[in-house]
């Protein structure tokens, strides 16, 4: 039994135009009259996975003294795009699903009609945790046709978080929780579609493109437009319980704005849907410390280190971004490692009770740099609490994660999901949970176990009559026992993990 049980990942349930010409190819031209004609959008991006130097992977102290290499972000190479028009009147219209290749298409052609479609107030961008993906195309942008050639900014734009939690019944008068939910379980929750993960971390400057990854890339961009119309419907029928107003011919209100709907009296569904929309809906502003990638600014951030504005953008940069340093894509052996900060060391017990490496620091007060040294040194993520620890700008983004939850199941299930862990009823109970070590090869018998434990640990006699197997600490030697204790150990994280038998 296994966690990631095969199940077929989704392609979407259209034709897909892969656009690899200027304005003169027929898909280009059809992109360009979709997205004129496109009420709602769904945008996604993909890019090739930066590696690090060595100098920053040994030592961050050192990595910070130095001269860096000039730092850039990674380069766009393909851009997804979902374009779905306007409903006339009945069920959703059609959409059209593109996957812009980046590296064929002239820049040129499309900086104009991107930017025209960020901007355009009527048109309602969606997409997923998309500013990450912004900041990396608007310096492919710039890269290749001049600074000036990058956006700023995406408006109306709705994460299809927002979306997810206003589907869940989230009062909307309330702060939204902070996101931790993937896209790939609110799109496995909400449409009961699995996205492959597997391609996730592929080439994607590799041509050409395999249909798996032409596929996998524009499920990203597409589902994101089925969450929204669960959005919409959803909108729809609470829209009809409110007192509704006159309607003009072509259905919306006389006086349509936005502040319609705060007067009682005035309201109808496309104001109820417009109001709906904007309270979930934000819009993505590009910063000039934005557009910089991450060393440069770190003189800045310290410069601004009392400034209240400073503290607000960095409680935005505690998501966790990136490829795992345990990810082979990116130099690691695919073994996902963790380091947990001494607040949530009880976080470090359950995730070695799930078979994950969990290590806790080697002294109980440890100076950040320790932390940090341990990180890179170990290809860790570290895990904290600390929000003070974020402040480290040598550490990467995708190296340290600010865990959000504060009762330990919470944690666990909080970091599976937002790293996409795999566990397995065979790797539970695979580490010791005391000192994350692993266990001798072959249990040992009940004498061989007694012999072990003397002087050292007691083992309780009512165990001496059953015929149980003990397994012993390679590092520790810790002595475990099937007892209760574990199954119910077993049960717990069977639940936690979601694991179904
Ligand atoms: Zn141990």
Redesign the pocket.
């Given at each position: 039994m296994d966690a990631a049980a095969p199940k077929p990942p989704a392609s979407p349930p259209l034709a897909v135009h892969l656009v690899t010409g200027g304005g003169s190819s027929p898909e280009h031209a059809l992109l360009l009259r979709s997205l004129a004609a496109a009420r709602v959008v769904a945008l996604d991006a993909e890019w090739k996975p930066r590696r690090r130097g060595p100098a920053v992977a040994d030592d961050p102290s050192a990595a910070a003294a130095a001269t860096p290499p000039p730092p850039q972000f990674p380069t766009v190479t393909l851009l997804q795009v979902a374009c779905r028009g306007d409903g006339d009147g009945g069920g959703a219209a059609a959409a059209e699903v593109f996957v812009v290749d980046l590296l064929a298409v002239p820049l040129a052609e499309l900086r104009e009609p991107l930017r025209e479609l960020f901007e355009r107030p009527e048109v309602l961008k969606l997409g997923f945790r998309f500013k990450q993906d912004l900041v990396y195309l608007s310096a492919t942008f710039a890269a290749a046709l001049g600074s000036s050639a990058g956006f700023e900014r995406v408006e109306p734009f709705l994460d299809v978080t927002n979306a997810y939690y206003y589907l869940k019944g989230h009062d909307m008068q309330k702060r939204l929780p902070r996101e931790t939910k993937s896209l790939a379980t609110i799109c496995e929750e909400l449409l009961g579609v699995y996205l492959s993960k597997e391609l996730q971390c592929s080439d994607w400057s590799y041509r050409p493109l395999s249909e798996g990854q032409i596929q996998y890339a524009a499920s990203d961009a597409y589902y994101l437009l089925d969450i929204f119309d669960l959005f919409h419907q959803k909108i729809r029928t609470e829209g009809k319980c409110l007192p509704t107003n006159e309607l003009t011919s072509d259905g919306h209100c006389p006086q349509r704005d936005a502040e319609c709907s705060s007067s009682e009296d005035a309201v109808c569904f496309d104001d109820y849907f417009t109001s709906v929309v904007m309270k979930y809906a934000e819009k993505i502003l590009l910063t000039e410390s934005d557009t910089k990638p991450r060393s440069s600014r770190r003189k800045e951030k310290q410069k601004l280190a009392t400034n209240a504005k400073c503290e607000e953008k960095f409680e935005g940069s505690t998501e966790w971004q990136g490829l795992p340093p345990w990810d082979p894509s990116a130099g690691g052996d695919g073994c996902p490692k963790f380091l947990c900060d001494v607040m949530i060391e009880g976080l470090a017990k359950h995730l070695r009770c799930v078979g994950i490496d969990a290590a806790t620091p080697s002294s109980r007060k440890p100076e950040p740099r320790e932390l940090l040294n341990q990180t890179y040194k170990e290809r860790r993520v570290l895990l904290t609490r600390d929000v003070k620890l974020l402040k480290y700008q040598y550490l990467a983004s995708n190296q340290v994660y600010r865990v959000k939850s504060l009762l330990k199941h919470d944690q666990l299930a909080e970091v599976i999901d937002t790293f996409q862990l795999k566990i397995s009823e065979d790797k539970l109970m695979s580490r010791?949970?005391?000192?994350?070590?692993r266990f001798i090869q072959k249990p040992l018998t009940l004498d061989e176990a007694i012999e072990a434990s003397k002087g050292f640990q007691i083992i309780p006699s009512c165990l001496f009559k059953r015929n149980l197997e003990f397994w012993k600490?390679?590092?520790?030697?810790?002595l475990y026992w099937e007892g209760t204790q574990y199954h119910n150990a077993v049960q717990k994280f069977l639940s936690v993990c979601n694991i179904s038998d």
């Open positions: 010791c949970t005391k000192c994350n070590g600490c390679t590092d520790c030697n810790q």
